[in-house]
């Protein structure tokens, strides 16, 4: 089956030999492809006296491709889980759905009985639509080198969310009830036996009856003038079709569940170099940015429907990307006026100076010690620091410029698949927890732009301590823009390498260290230039102004 499928990827599409020998594949033309084909549909168990070589036996399995042709938006996973769901009702009809990605397993045998004690519950299992479980991944590094398991987010904050009435839905890891997916409301009172018959069981139909019952349900048209993706299924229009899904969920009276066992229930695999973590985060927060401008906005569409703590948990999530304006500004304009010697803070003799460092002591430490307390390692907290600033000054800003043109009608929005295929190289160096660049995207770009700003204003601010006012001195004046600089420059300490001093393919190439260091050494240039020019005015103001205005009063006296 391997050699099948990789001679198919070959040659792109399904050779004659595998379509005689395949009767799923029987309808295939020979000019077929991934993005135009008909619907495959095969039933591959359905005895139920199947059983495995451990004796155990064997569920119903069913494989699924859903028709794909050009003229038809085929809307991504959405679409995918759309057609998954109508197809089940009519061949099986359970009323518990489990949702995973195509690169996760089962790590924990426990997980649905867990979720289904939740359903079965005989006091809240009735409001219950869902239970979320933690997304994690088994090539995690000791120090979580890009910090993929979103640690203190799956910890602490979706915990806090539960506690508001139910975590969102991550598109991965959960245990939906069939009804709230087909756009079933609440209705207090209502009563749901999870343990009736199901009706697909009760007649056994020929299995071949079966499957050409069930392939129109998976072909292009279906879904013409219906409600599936608007009121029915997951919706459509949006990158992270699984957050509105669940919101939308959520304001029909349902509630959610958090379920995060000790032992991890699903593991999928993690992104091993740093342009597929910061693509995937892109397309995570340009989705979620996306939301406030749509009737699915939990400001307008939420309000009154859950409660407002839920609504802030998923506000917060909403404004990821705007963070990157902050961010932005801190990470250039004080590292830029640190060069000029220009304080921006307060000096170490003002009483001021306290409320900023008890902001910034509070805050680290807390991040510190919450990190820790979620089963990090200091390096990992460190980690977790630096791709912080690096997504928030790359992904979040080109997601929130991406979603400002596209709003305005200038762009529009594309769904990136993160790829998770590395050679062995790359894999080698991600065992060994170095950061792998080795890509010239725009946003490696803007990184090395930054980093070689810090650099040369920190080194140049220190070249102009030492040979001036000394080091104590200007620590005196600006402790905090010193602390700052210095910090960008420690965490850049990756990037430094990979532009100037490694040799691997996982380095930078040559265009973006050029482009980088042209973009630095001009923004220096501009503000040297600004900076000069606002000087020569405000010398102008203040050595003529009070003259001219001591002749106006000598004119009008």
């Keep these: 089956m391997e050699n099948q499928i990789q001679n198919a990827v070959k040659l792109g599409r399904i050779s004659e030999e595998v379509r005689s020998k395949c009767k799923g594949f029987s309808q295939w033309d020979p000019n077929s492809s991934r993005r135009d084909h008909d ?7 359905r005895n139920p ?13 069913v494989y699924l491709a859903r028709e794909k042709r050009p ?6 996973k959405a679409g995918a889980m759309n057609a998954l769901i109508r197809v089940s009702s009519n061949i099986s009809n359970g009323q518990v759905i489990l949702n995973v990605d195509c690169d996760m397993y089962s790590n924990n045998s426990m997980a649905i009985r867990d979720a289904l004690c939740f359903f079965m519950d005989e006091e809240e299992g009735q409001e ?3 239970v979320q479980f933690p997304q994690n991944f088994e090539n995690m590094t000791k120090n979580d080198l890009y910090s993929n398991s979103l640690r203190v987010i799956y910890e602490v904050e979706f915990h806090g969310m539960d506690g508001y009435g139910g975590t969102m839905y991550v598109g991965t890891g959960c245990f939906h009830r069939r009804e709230t997916l087909c756009g079933r409301k609440f209705i207090k009172g209502s009563k749901f036996d999870m343990k009736r018959e199901i009706s697909g069981q009760r007649e056994e139909s020929r299995i071949h009856e079966l499957e050409e019952n069930s392939r129109s349900l998976a072909s292009c048209t279906f879904e013409e003038n219906t409600q599936w993706g608007k009121e029915m299924g997951l919706k459509y229009g949006c990158p992270v079709e699984d957050v509105i899904t669940g919101l939308s969920i959520q304001c029909h009276g349902w509630k959610s569940v958090y379920c995060n066992p000790t032992r991890k229930a699903f593991l999928g695999v993690a992104p091993t170099t740093l342009t597929q973590t910061l693509v995937q985060h892109k397309r995570w927060t340009e989705g979620d940015f996306q939301i406030l401008f749509t009737k699915y906005s939990p400001a307008w569409y939420a309000h009154g429907k859950i409660s407002f703590g839920l609504q802030l948990g998923y506000c917060c999530f909403c404004f990821w990307c705007s963070n990157s304006l ?27 100076l306290i409320p900023f460092a008890y902001v910034i002591i509070s805050k680290y430490t807390w991040s ?5 307390g979620c089963g990090g390692t200091i390096l990992g907290w460190w980690n977790d620091q630096r791709i912080w600033l690096y997504k928030r000054t790359s992904s979040y800003l080109f997601a929130f410029i991406d979603t400002i043109l596209n709003s305005l009608g200038y762009s529009d929005t594309a769904f990136v698949i993160t790829s998770k295929v590395d050679d062995e190289d790359v894999s080698e160096r991600y065992k060994k927890e170095v950061m792998e660049f080795g890509d010239s995207s725009p946003m490696f770009t803007v990184l090395a732009t930054l980093a070689i700003l810090n650099l040369y204003c920190f080194l140049g601010f220190l070249n102009k301590a030492i040979s001036g006012e000394g080091i ?11 602390l700052l600089c210095g910090v960008l420059v420690l965490l850049n300490l990756p990037l430094y390498q990979a532009l100037y ?11 973006v260290a050029f482009k980088s260091m042209a973009f630095a050494v001009s923004a220096c240039i501009c503000f040297q230039y600004l900076y000069i020019k606002k000087c020569a005015i405000r010398t102008i103001r203040n050595c003529y102004y009070p003259r001219l205005r001591a002749y106006h009063e000598d004119f009008r006296a």
Excluded at 472 to 482: F, G, S, T, W
Aim: hydrophobic content about 45%; proline content about 7%; glycine content about 4%.
């Design 501 to 511: 001093l490694r040799k691997d393919k996982g380095k930078l190439p040559s265009s």
């Design 326 to 352: 902050a961010t932005l500004f801190y990470s250039i304009v004080p590292s830029l006026y640190l060069l000029k010697g220009i304080s921006l803070f307060p000096q170490v003799s003002s009483p001021w």
């Design 49 to 61: 006296n199947s059983r495995d070589v451990e004796g155990c036996v064997l569920p119903t399995l």
């Design 128 to 130: 219950v639509a869902f």
């Design 39 to 45: 619907t495959i549909l095969r039933i591959l168990v």
């Design 368 to 372: 510190f010690v919450e990190f820790l």
């Design 71 to 76: 003229k038809h938006h085929h809307n991504f």
């Design 472 to 482: 104590a001195e200007a620590y005196e004046k600006m402790p905090l823009q010193i």
